[in-house]
C-alpha cells in the first residue's frame, strides 16, 4: 500500500523570488495536510549529504552550491498516495517538461533551480522527513 507521508523543500530560487506562499497554498489545495515545516538554510556539507545519492553525477556541486545559496523551507506533507500525487503536482524535473498547471512549469527557473523537491518514494519521504526534523516536531 503506497505511504500517506511525502517530505518536500521550496528550494532557494523560489524563496528569493517570493513564491513560497503561493506554492504553499497550492499544495494545501490540492489536500496535503503539512504535518512539520520549518525555514532553514543549508551549509554546502548538508546540502551534499541530502543529496549524497547523486555524488557521481556531473551536476552534484553545482547542484550543493545552489541548495546552500539562501534559505528553504522543508515541510512533511500528508495525504493518500502522498509521493505519488505531490510528484504530479510539482511536474518534471526540468520546467521545460513539466505539465501546464505543475509547480515546476509555474514556478521553476531551470532543471537545477527547479522551485521545489519531492520524494521518489515511501522510503526517501520517511528518510528525508527524519533529516530534517525530529519526532517532536512531526505532528
Ligand atoms: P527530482 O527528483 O525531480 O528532484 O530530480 P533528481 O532526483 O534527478 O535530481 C535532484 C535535483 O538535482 C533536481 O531537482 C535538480 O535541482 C538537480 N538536477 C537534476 N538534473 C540536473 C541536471 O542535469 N543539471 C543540473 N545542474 N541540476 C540537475
Redesign the pocket.
Known sequence: MAGKRTFTMI?PDAMEAGNAGAIIKMIQEAGFKISAMKMTKLSEETAGQF?A??KE???YK??TT??SSGPIIAMILEKDNAVEDF?KL?G???PADAAEGTIRKLFAK?????AV??S?ADDTALNEGNFFFAKTEQF
Open positions: 528550494k543529496y545519492v547523486h553525477r556531473p551536476f553545482d547542484l545552489y541548495m510528484r510539482i518534471a524535473t526540468n531551470s532543471i537545477e533551480a527547479n523537491h519531492g521518489d
